[in-house]
């Protein structure tokens, strides 16, 4: 891939987004050897409506007013713009054509404020990259005319309901229309490989500076009195995501193992009896900086997820970190479990669970730990944009007409 190309990326994460974010990393990566603008989610009627008081929301609203500019630099090849267009609220809609005449709308209002930040950088003949937005930038590639458009999913977010009414027709279309896709899991490159061929597996990162195994890090206050071992899990505690079952098997199997849940916590999980067990904790949502403060003083870590539709075909970043931390691992089996071989323990069933945690924690040394790091090590936002290049530069070099 030639240095100097400009990138724009669309998606479904505002830069000011404070979790994690897979476009948010592959942006900075793409960074090092391009221009790139990321383009944060225009606002709609009903965020309007119901985010109003969220702070991020009155500052876009500022930009909207033209109190603020709409175009920011994070550092050097990287700028972040807030569309100033207000988008029509429509995913209500129950019928999918009239939903869609009213989305072509939607773009074309977003189109013109990308179109806007472009020329106010001097970007052209641009790569187009989408994060998973299936309907808003439907109709970009179309409108703005890039020299590729590239689909991004990462999630299978048709098992969502908010997704499926319109999705179901819409993501296939979408999919289609791209120049090329590209996934994170082997799930979800196959699934993309059903609506157009030339879709690749660019795999996933890990910001290993971030859980570095080498690193002294503080005690958390609120895990201080907590006995070992600890079994741990970090990340969003969802009633659609975790299965409470493996978390309850493990509690009441191993009373003298503590079992540590950091993360928001949906409605289910705030009133489930969970919290009625002396050995399962729940610090609640803790800054992204702090994150490896618990990891590092977790025994073994957990990926409990329930298999579903919308996490079946997910990879498990959480894995990553936890491996980059030196940490024994089990988790419950999926297809994208295959990439870390042997380097974890993997539970079919919640029952499973307790066994295979004695088993981590007896076989854990410095070996296996060091081996584990090693991995993680190896699956970096630098490999795994490198992937993205090379399914760039295969396309073009198939295709002649893109390539100028």
Request: proline share 6%; net charge neutral; glycine share 6%.
């Amino acid at each position: 891939m030639e240095k100097g190309t400009d990138f724009v990326i669309v998606g479904l994460s505002p830069w000011y987004i404070d979790i994690g974010s897979n476009c948010k990393s592959i942006a900075r990566e793409l960074s090092r050897n391009h221009r790139v603008l990321y383009v944060n989610m225009p606002l709609d009627n009903a965020t309007i409506l119901q985010q109003k008081d969220h702070p991020e929301i009155r500052k876009h609203l500022d930009i909207v007013k033209g109190i603020q500019p709409a175009l920011y630099e994070i550092q050097p090849n990287l700028w972040n713009y807030y569309p100033t267009g207000i988008l029509r609220s429509i995913n209500w809609i129950p019928f999918t054509p009239l939903f869609s005449f009213l989305n072509r709308y939607n773009s074309r209002r977003f189109a013109a404020d990308i179109r806007r930040a472009t020329r106010q950088l001097g970007f052209s003949n641009y790569i187009l990259f989408n994060d998973n937005d299936i309907f808003r930038s439907f109709y970009l590639k179309d409108l703005l005319d890039p020299r590729l458009y590239i689909y991004y999913s990462r999630d299978n977010l048709l098992g969502v309901n908010y997704w499926k009414r319109h999705g179901a027709t819409i993501e296939p279309r979408h999919i289609a229309k791209a120049d090329i896709a590209v996934a994170n899991s082997h799930y979800l490159t196959d699934y993309l490989r059903r609506h157009n061929p030339n879709s690749y597996y660019m795999g996933q990162g890990c910001d290993t500076t971030l859980f570095d195994a080498g690193k002294t890090y503080p005690m958390p206050q609120d895990l201080a009195n907590i006995p070992h071992p600890i079994i741990g899990y970090i990340g969003a505690i969802s009633s659609l995501r975790l299965d409470e079952q493996v978390i309850r098997e493990i509690a009441v199997s191993r009373p003298g193992y503590s079992v540590v849940l950091v993360g928001p916590e949906d409605d289910h999980f705030t009133g489930s009896t969970l919290h009625d067990l002396p050995n399962i904790h729940f610090p609640g949502k803790k800054p992204l900086s702090e994150l490896p403060w618990y990891s590092a003083r977790f025994d073994v870590c957990i990926n409990p997820q329930l298999i579903n539709e919308v996490t079946i075909g997910n990879y498990p970043l959480k894995i990553d970190e936890y491996l980059s931390m030196g940490k024994p691992v089990v988790a419950t089996r999926t297809q994208a479990l295959g990439i870390f071989g042997g380097n974890i323990y993997i539970a079919d069933k919640p029952a499973d669970y307790p066994a295979l945690l004695d088993k981590a924690l007896a076989e854990d040394n410095e070996a296996s730990r060091r081996s584990r790091i090693a991995l993680a090590a190896s699956h970096t936002w630098e490999n795994s944009v490198k992937e993205l290049y090379l399914a760039i530069d295969k396309t073009l070099a198939t295709n002649k007409t893109l390539a100028t």
